[in-house]
């Protein structure tokens, strides 16, 4: 998907593992496109009585999402785990210390019914990610390494 001023670049070829890398200056009419994409992941995970995980990417943003943006993130994401109790959690890549401090806080206010964290680095998040399927008992996509996962490049299209 590609706005004005951000892109945003959506995987599921590491299913039950899906990746969903910001860049830009993501806002919040991106939302609703990308709940629409992670609602069709979380029919696949129900359909194929799988569990799902996900793998935020915000270290390309270039300019921080306003709370605009942030509460049609909080907003959306609860709702999705509500729909899909397939939804184990995941972790988001976020750079800035303040920002992971303030989404850490604001994850705090959603329902415990899954285990979403912010994480430094992309091997940190992908490491909690596995960790998530371990403990469901869920295998991990063979090609998707920590050490060996390269960001995607910006979409244009």
Not at 98 to 110: G, N
């Amino acid at each position: 998907m590609v706005r004005s001023g951000a892109a945003l670049h959506m995987s599921a070829e590491h299913f039950p593992v899906v990746i969903v890398t910001w860049f830009g200056s993501p806002s919040a009419d991106m939302v609703p496109e990308y709940i629409g994409w992670l609602t069709k992941q979380g029919q696949r995970a129900a359909d194929e009585d799988t569990k799902l995980v996900l793998l935020g990417d915000t270290a390309a943003i270039e300019v921080q999402p306003g709370p605009e943006m942030r509460r049609a993130m909080v907003r959306a994401v609860r709702d999705f785990a509500d729909a899909y109790p397939q939804f184990l959690g995941g972790a988001t890549v976020v750079s800035n210390p303040l920002v992971r401090t303030a989404l850490r806080m604001a994850l705090m206010l959603l329902p415990k019914s899954f285990d979403f964290k912010p994480a430094r680095t992309v091997e940190q998040a992908l490491e909690h990610a596995f960790g998530l399927l371990d403990a469901a008992q869920v295998a991990r996509p063979p090609r998707l390494k920590s050490t060996d996962y390269r960001r995607p490049v910006r979409p244009t299209w």
